[in-house]
Each structure stands twice: as C-alpha cells, then as structure tokens.
C-alpha cells in the first residue's frame, strides 16, 4: 500500500519531500535567518553547560582517548566525534535550549552539535552551516511531530538523529540521494530512550542528544561511503515502534524553523508558562513572598505528564519541575542555570514554596488542545491572579536577535570574556558576506 492507502508511507514521502526541496536550493532568508538565532543561543547553552564537573570530565577524558581537530574555548583538542558529544550534553544539561511545540522536542541541539564541529574543522562557512541546519531542523521537526514517542520514553536519543543525519549530508556535499540514504541508514537504528532518569534524577537523560548526533553523524558518513538502507525504514519504523500521529503532515515547502522557540528561561517549555505567571506574581508582591500561604497553577494536561515532579532532589528533575519552576521565579525573579546550583537549588524558602504549589488541569485548554496556564496566589489578605496563553519565545512572541545575543552572552560567560562573546555574537547574527566558521569560532578564544 503507498500513498494516501498508507499514512505512513504517505508521511515518510513528504518528509523526504521537504529534505529533497532544501537540497535542491539554499535555506530562504527568513530559514537562513532562524538557523543563525539557533545556532548562536545552542551554542551559549553549550559554552554555559561545559562548567558543569560531569560534561568537564566527560570532555577530559574523550579529548584523552582521542585528540582531533576542534576545540572548545578554555578546552582540549577533540575528535568530530566527541566534540558532538560535549556539545549536545553541555547544551541541555541546564535546559535552557531551544524547541519546537510541533515536534514536541528539540530539533536544533542534537543538529548544531554535530554540524559546528564538521564546519569549523572543515573551513566550511557561515552560509553553509545555517542552510545545512535548516535542512536538519526541518527534517527533525517533522520528524518529531509524526514519530510520537510510546508512555515512558524521551525524545532526545530518538528522532533528532534523523535531522542530524540530513545536516551532515548536506554539510558534505550529499544531493537529494544522499541525503534520503543517510535519514534512512539513521531509521533503521533509532533509540529507545527511557525518560526514567528524569524521574529519579539521574544525568544518563543529558547524553541522549550526545548519542543521537552521533547516530546522524555515522548514518552521514555511511551513506557519503555508499552504504544504503531500504527506502521505506522510517514507513517500517512508524508502524511498529512509534505512536506515529496519523495528522495529514505539513506541506513540504513549509519552513518550520519559523516555528521554533528560543527559551527566555532555564527548564522544559512546559514549565515556562507557570513561571511566567509568577514573574508577574513577584512583581505584583514587590519581590516579598514570606506572606504567601497558596498558590495554585492549572494547566494543560502534557505539562502534568512530562513535568509533575515534586520535591526535586537533582536539578534534572527540577528542569522538569512544574512547582519548582513556579516557586523559583517567586523566590528569586529569573529562571536561570543558577537556581540548579548551590546555594539557591538548596534554598530554604525555595522549597517552601514548592511545597505550597498545588497543580491541576486546565480544562478549558484540556478540551481545546492548546497550551497557557493560570495561577492564583494568597498572601496575607491578598490574592493575586493571572493567567497566560502565549510566552517570550513562542512564534507569536519571539525573542528579539537583541534578547538572543544578551542571553548568549549571560550563558559564554562561564568560558568567554564578555567582550569576546559580545564580538562573535554580533558576527553570528549581522554577517552580511559569507564568513569561514573556523574563523568565527576563533573569536571565542
């Protein structure tokens, strides 16, 4: 059966009819465009997640089994390889990376950690660069959207291979043909990825990404050397392994990259309305929440499935911490990398009121099917509400290339003197001439 008899095959093929478009011409300005933002905040999600001891180990010890030809700022020689590794772990260990509410995921880490390193050690440029990531995101968007994970699963070490895959052929050269082998070559091995860790608080969720730019980068090579794989894996893979979406796909020439967001904040996209809601809150109180005795959030039903952990005893879970991301905001203003260290991850009042969060059902959104939360607050004699549908980040709210750079630079400043990030950054996001990426990533050093 093929075509509209068979709604996997029928996905599969625009999907590989999306891919087949961008190979035959450059990303758009407005695709070349988003790709620039992306790449630029993974990046500072990246510079700012290396400080942690577990990714500054990990990079110790894979730069001395294999020393190779790319370099973070203040790090050790790294093979392709690994250096795709550090990147994607450090870009998601503080959860502050970029996402598509589509795809249900992330389309861009797993794509920029695999695809930076090829193009700095390859001299290849700017353009090059943005327009493979295009390609990459448009293809893992899709991807994400139609390959709905089973109860119990993580996305990360799953279908972000396949953009990574479509990226790196691109990248290499690869025409159409290419670039449909290595999406195949990668369906034929996609990862089941277990979102446990998440519940007990354990790291292995931050190498998921690591091992799916690893997967995208072989299935790249493999197709580059003449390796090749049935056409109809992903059709296979949907109907067997995934809870495919039988939704009617997107049409091949839509650019959804334009849809992606940019997090103003530190933790899954689900948690960001809430804490939204309590930025509004703590202005409201003058920043003084001694006095709140209730607070209530209700939201939208995958909020509560991907992010009802109480109590976070790692920061991991409290990135998927509903209640934690509310009562940091209340607690210190921002949501950031530093609520997940020590003192404020630990902090007394903090955990108060992460314990005072009740959470429930939105059912307006619940039946509509779209996203936003409402939250009310007591203090003393005071209540306070408010309520949101649309967040800084979303497409109808996107952060500004201003907002971007500033956060780029809040997050390199772990590794990167603010002047030097403040030089790359404008160069990332205003070249007007097609710049070499080995040197542009030499202004970070």
Same mark, same amino acid.
């Given at each position: 059966?093929?075509?509209?008899?068979? !709604?996997?095959?029928?996905?599969? *093929?625009?999907?590989?009819?999306? *891919?087949?478009?961008?190979?035959?011409?450059? *990303?758009?300005?407005?695709?070349?465009?988003?790709?620039?933002?992306?790449?630029?905040?993974?990046?500072?999600?990246?510079?700012?997640?290396?400080?942690?001891?577990?990714?500054?180990?990990?990079?110790?010890? %894979? &730069?001395?089994?294999?020393?190779?030809?790319?370099?973070?700022?203040?790090?050790?020689?790294?093979?392709?390889?690994?250096?795709?590794?550090? =990147?994607?772990?450090?870009?998601?260990?503080?959860?502050?990376?970029?996402?598509?509410?589509?795809?249900?995921?992330?389309?861009?880490?797993?794509?920029?950690? =695999?695809?930076?390193?090829?193009?700095?050690?390859?001299?290849?440029?700017?353009?090059?660069?943005?327009?493979?990531?295009?390609?990459? /995101?448009?293809?893992? %968007?899709?991807?994400?959207?139609?390959?709905?994970?089973?109860?119990?699963?993580?996305?990360?070490?799953?279908?972000?291979?396949?953009?990574?895959?479509?990226?790196?052929?691109?990248?290499?050269?690869?025409?159409?043909?290419?670039?449909?082998?290595?999406?195949?070559?990668?369906?034929?091995?996609?990862?089941?990825?277990?979102?446990?860790?998440?519940?007990?608080?354990?790291? %292995?969720?931050?190498? /998921?990404?690591?091992?799916?730019?690893?997967?995208g980068l072989m299935a790249?090579?493999?197709?580059?050397?003449?390796?090749?794989? !049935?056409?109809?894996?992903?059709?296979?893979?949907?109907?067997?392994?995934?809870?495919?979406?039988?939704?009617?796909?997107?049409?091949?020439?839509?650019?959804?990259?334009?849809?992606? /967001?940019?997090?103003?904040?530190?933790a899954v996209r689900h948690?960001?309305? =809430?804490?939204?809601?309590?930025?509004?809150?703590?202005?409201?109180?003058?920043?003084?929440?001694?006095?709140?005795?209730?607070?209530?959030?209700?939201?939208?039903?995958?909020?509560?499935?991907?992010?009802?952990?109480?109590?976070?005893?790692?920061?991991?879970?409290?990135?998927? &911490?509903?209640?934690?991301?509310v009562a940091a905001m209340?607690?210190?203003?921002?949501?950031?990398? &530093?609520?997940?260290?020590?003192?404020?991850?630990?902090?007394?009042?903090?955990?108060?009121?992460?314990?005072?969060?009740?959470?429930?059902?939105?059912?307006?959104?619940?039946?509509? =099917?779209?996203?936003?939360?409402?939250?009310?607050?007591?203090?003393? /004699?005071?209540?306070?509400?408010?309520?949101?549908?649309?967040?800084?980040?979303?497409?109808?709210?996107?952060?500004?290339?201003?907002?971007?750079?500033?956060?780029?630079?809040?997050?390199?400043?772990?590794?990167?003197?603010?002047?030097?990030?403040?030089?790359?950054?404008?160069?990332?996001?205003?070249?007007?001439?097609?710049?070499?990426?080995?040197?542009?990533?030499?202004?970070?050093?």
């Amino acid at each position: 059966m093929h075509g509209e008899d068979d !709604p996997a095959a029928a996905h599969a *093929a625009a999907l590989h009819a999306a *891919a087949a478009l961008r190979a035959r011409r450059p *990303a758009g300005i407005a695709a070349a465009g988003a790709a620039r933002l992306i790449l630029l905040d993974t990046i500072g999600c990246a510079l700012a997640g290396r400080a942690a001891p577990e990714v500054a180990a990990f990079e110790r010890h %894979a &730069s001395a089994l294999e020393s190779g030809p790319f370099t973070f700022p203040g790090g050790r020689r790294l093979s392709l390889a690994a250096a795709a590794q550090v =990147g994607a772990m450090a870009a998601t260990w503080d959860e502050a990376c970029e996402g598509h509410a589509f795809a249900h995921g992330r389309p861009g880490v797993a794509a920029v950690a =695999g695809l930076l390193p090829l193009a700095v050690a390859g001299s290849r440029g700017l353009d090059a660069l943005t327009d493979a990531l295009a390609l990459a /995101y448009e293809v893992a %968007a899709r991807a994400g959207a139609w390959l709905r994970i089973r109860p119990g699963m993580h996305v990360d070490g799953n279908w972000p291979a396949l953009g990574v895959a479509a990226g790196a052929a691109r990248l290499g050269g690869a025409g159409e043909a290419g670039i449909a082998g290595a999406i195949d070559i990668a369906a034929c091995q996609l990862a089941t990825s277990l979102y446990l860790p998440v519940s007990e608080g354990r790291t %292995a969720r931050n190498t /998921y990404l690591a091992h799916s730019a690893g997967l995208g980068l072989m299935a790249a090579q493999a197709a580059q050397a003449g390796i090749d794989a !049935p056409a109809g894996a992903l059709a296979f893979y949907a109907t067997r392994f995934a809870a495919a979406d039988p939704a009617a796909p997107p049409a091949p020439a839509a650019d959804l990259i334009l849809d992606a /967001y940019i997090k103003p904040h530190a933790a899954v996209r689900h948690v960001h309305y =809430g804490a939204e809601l309590a930025r509004r809150v703590r202005e409201d109180l003058g920043g003084a929440t001694e006095g709140i005795g209730r607070i209530a959030l209700s939201v939208y039903p995958e909020a509560i499935t991907y992010c009802g952990n109480r109590a976070p005893r790692a920061p991991i879970q409290a990135q998927f &911490s509903l209640s934690f991301g509310v009562a940091a905001m209340l607690r210190f203003g921002v949501l950031d990398h &530093s609520v997940y260290r020590e003192p404020r991850f630990s902090d007394p009042e903090l955990r108060r009121l992460e314990a005072l969060v009740r959470i429930d059902v939105e059912p307006a959104l619940a039946a509509a =099917g779209r996203r936003g939360a409402a939250l009310a607050v007591t203090s003393g /004699y005071k209540d306070i509400e408010h309520d949101v549908r649309t967040i800084p980040g979303d497409p109808a709210q996107p952060l500004s290339a201003e907002e971007v750079a500033a956060k780029f630079m809040r997050y390199a400043s772990a590794s990167v003197p603010h002047e030097k990030a403040f030089v790359f950054a404008n160069a990332v996001l205003s070249a007007e001439v097609d710049v070499k990426m080995s040197a542009l990533w030499d202004l970070l050093f």
